[in-house]
């Protein structure tokens, strides 16, 4: 998994497709290419124990969202709402787009 190249980038609306999680809906955080890995928000809630510091002088227990496998989400299509593929488009000015592979439209505007 250390390609570097991702089909998901931040920002994006994704489906968690397996795993405990499966089913549900999450904008990305963050993506780490090296590792292959995305953190998407609400989902994969881990418990982090934190000790007291100047930032956060109480400490104590903190929910956050931990890192998922970028095989286990799938991107929603903005325009049809689907979980679908993602392919690469060329538009006439030579731009080229990540596109949708159910209805064709470009995800990149």
Do not use: W
Request: hydrophobic share 30%; proline share 6%.
């Amino acid at each position: 998994m250390t390609t570097g190249k991702m089909n998901i980038k931040k920002g994006d609306t994704v489906v968690v497709l397996s795993g405990k999680e499966k089913g549900k809906k999450g904008k990305v955080i963050s993506c780490d290419p090296e590792a292959g890995r995305v953190i998407v928000e609400g989902v994969n809630i881990v418990k982090k124990h934190t000790r007291p510091t100047q930032k956060s002088p109480q400490g104590g227990i903190k929910d956050q969202e931990a890192p998922l496998y970028e095989s286990k989400i799938m991107l929603v299509c903005p325009s049809c709402k689907k979980p679908s593929r993602v392919g690469k488009k060329v538009l006439t000015n030579g731009d080229k787009v990540r596109a949708c592979k159910k209805c064709g439209e470009a995800i990149d505007r």
